[in-house]
């Protein structure tokens, strides 16, 4: 599916695709290769103006998701842009350098699974509330007492989704106190193609479902 109007995009601030820290902009306008998008939260400054930019966007085709990605060029800012006859908004403008290709699922970009979204974590069978989870890993409440909780400890993980259930070991790398929560942070160990091809997917559909609703 080609990039249009309205469509939600990630924007890194280089040329790569593999950086982890992105920004989320809505396309207001679409003219040949130039591109007229909402200013980000936190603003990207006059600085940039001219710096190389990576862009990726979510794209249904049937029931293919898949992410796409292009090389651009910050070309300017506007502070005024007009988006009705009564309404000025500040935007980007955006000159498109690379036609768009299919890139892979970030491991470290990690989602916050809404409710009913159908992946569950399940330790020493007991459910834990998912904080956010990656092709990497996941991060986690600790509702109730586990026996190895501490940096480098191992945990026996399952993973269900969409009803299938996949064992994962993971390794114990964060334990933060959160007001009255313990959030655990574990990274993957070993994770088997079955369960990176249906956890990839399901990332993506998340994704895609929060940024059709502008979250």
């Known amino acids: 599916m080609a990039i249009r109007h309205g469509s939600i995009v ?10 982890a820290t992105s920004l989320k902009a809505r396309i207001y306008d679409v003219i040949g290769k130039r591109f007229i998008l909402s200013q980000t ?20 085709e049937g029931n293919s998701v898949r992410r796409l990605g292009f090389s651009a060029t910050l070309a300017g800012l506007s502070k005024d842009y007009k988006l009705s006859s009564e309404v000025c908004v500040p935007a980007l403008i955006v000159e498109m350098k690379s036609e768009p290709k299919q890139i892979s699922l970030r491991k470290g970009f990690r989602i916050r699974p809404p409710g009913g979204s159908g992946i569950s974590l399940t330790i020493g069978g007991r459910e834990c509330e998912i904080v956010d989870i990656s092709l990497s ?21 399952r993973l269900t989704i969409d009803g299938q259930s996949y064992s994962v070991e993971a390794k114990i790398i964060r334990v933060t106190q959160i007001s009255s929560s313990r959030h655990v ?3 993957f160990v070993e994770v088997r193609n079955d369960l990176q091809t249906v956890l990839s997917r399901k990332i993506l559909m998340l994704e895609r479902r929060q940024l059709s609703r502008g979250l």
Do not use: M
């Open 185 to 187: 942070a574990a990274a």
């Open 41 to 60: 939260s936190p603003p990207i400054r006059p600085s940039h103006v001219e710096s190389n930019l990576y862009i990726s966007y979510i794209s249904k």
């Open 137 to 157: 890993g996941v991060r986690f409440v600790q509702g109730f007492f586990l026996n190895s909780t501490e940096p480098a400890n191992w945990l026996e993980c």
């Open 10 to 19: 990630e924007i890194n601030l280089d040329s790569s695709s593999a950086r």
